[in-house]
């Protein structure tokens, strides 16, 4: 299994490695790939150095996976020319996650939709795949009508320039900017670039990606994205109106049955979920799971994920685990 990982120097990347590793996926060959700048650096994997090679160079390899997280414009150059030699590419980008031709994959979710000749697959946005892993099986039995969701965003979603920037800020140093105002003791209800509409990209993923991947366009979904000084996670608020009437105490037993989510709820043990818990685990916590009293079949929840594992890492490594199981790579 020879294996390419684009985008290794990053934020993702490196917790693209180091999920790999943990998870013990037979590679055979890894090709990290970045920028022209770091090409004949190396990044390490399994206590070993690997040295960094040209797009040009990984493609000549014709790995049978790839995985990118370079950005936008970096997958939709490169990700077609991969696709060409043979490679399955996971792109964790969002450059192809809303085409129509591009399955947009949560593997507890929708997995078993993959066939041998999706050669892009999409992987969600962080802050829409710890949300949908706790819907999904909410949505098979109550039918979601609405969702209001409100995030509580990590810099490290932003990428290394900004967790640069928080560092810099805590020192008091100057140095580059990633938000266009200071992040520390701040909250900066922008993720992403505004659209015409009013809303930012993230906002609008959060909608368009939550209903591809339920397969439901009729959802209603909304959404508020905010940047908090934080490094551990996303953080969001959910509100749900089902179609169906519910019992509190079915909600609980859907989600603890539900592979890839912990609940964390008791409130005598001021128990609910956090960032600084859900760093580093691939795990979905769900928590505050009460009745919403002022409308009918309503419910929230408290959703916190590590947005670089569950949310980006970990969710593109079980893509490729589950191609190879089935023998789809
Ligand atoms: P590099 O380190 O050489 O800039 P982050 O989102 O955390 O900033 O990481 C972005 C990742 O994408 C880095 O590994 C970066 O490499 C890589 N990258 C950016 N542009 C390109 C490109 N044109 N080709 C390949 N990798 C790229």
């Known amino acids: 299994m020879r294996v390419a ?35 004949g650096k190396t990044v390490s994997y399994k206590q070993k150095d690997y040295t960094i090679v040209s797009m040009a160079d990984a493609i000549a390899i014709q790995p049978d996976i790839a995985i990118f997280s370079a950005g936008g414009g970096t997958s939709l150059e490169y990700a077609p020319l991969f696709a060409e030699v043979g490679t399955t590419v996971i792109d964790n980008s969002s450059a192809w996650r809303m085409d129509r031709t591009k399955k947009l994959i949560v593997p507890e979710i929708n997995a078993h939709t993959l066939t041998s000749s999706d050669k892009i697959i ?45 560092k810099n800020e ?28 009013g809303y930012t ?34 953080s969001e608020s959910v509100n749900l109106e089902f179609r169906n009437e519910y019992e509190l105490n079915d909600i609980r037993t859907l989600l603890n049955n539900t592979a890839g989510v912990t609940i964390q709820d008791n409130p005598d043990t001021n128990t609910y979920p956090m960032p600084i818990y859900a760093e580093g685990k691939d795990d979905v916590f769900v928590g505050r799971i009460r009745r919403d009293h002022s409308q009918e079949n309503s419910l929230n929840m408290w959703i916190v994920s590590d947005n670089l594992r569950k949310g980006a890492a970990t969710n593109a490594v079980q893509i490729a685990e589950y191609l190879l199981e089935k023998e789809l790579v």
């Open 170 to 197: 805590y020192e008091n140093a100057k140095g580059e900017m990633a938000y266009p105002y200071p992040i520390h003791r701040n909250a900066i209800p922008a993720c992403d670039v505004f659209e015409e509409n």
């Open 5 to 39: 990982v684009v985008g290794a120097t990053g934020m993702v990347g490196q917790v693209m490695l180091q999920v790999l590793a943990e998870r013990n996926f037979p590679i055979t060959e890894l090709i990290p790939v970045a920028s022209e700048r770091s090409v």
């Open 122 to 166: 999409a992987n969600p946005n962080c802050s829409t795949i710890q949300m949908v892993v706790a819907l999904a099986p909410l949505h098979k039995k109550y039918h979601i009508k609405r969702l209001v969701v409100s995030t509580y965003q990590s810099i490290t979603g932003t990428g290394v320039k900004a967790v640069r920037q928080l």
């Open 201 to 234: 990209k993230e906002e609008l993923k959060l909608v368009r990606e939550t209903q591809k991947i339920l397969d439901d366009r009729s959802i209603a979904v909304t959404a508020t994205a905010v940047r908090i000084p934080v490094v551990g996670g996303h």
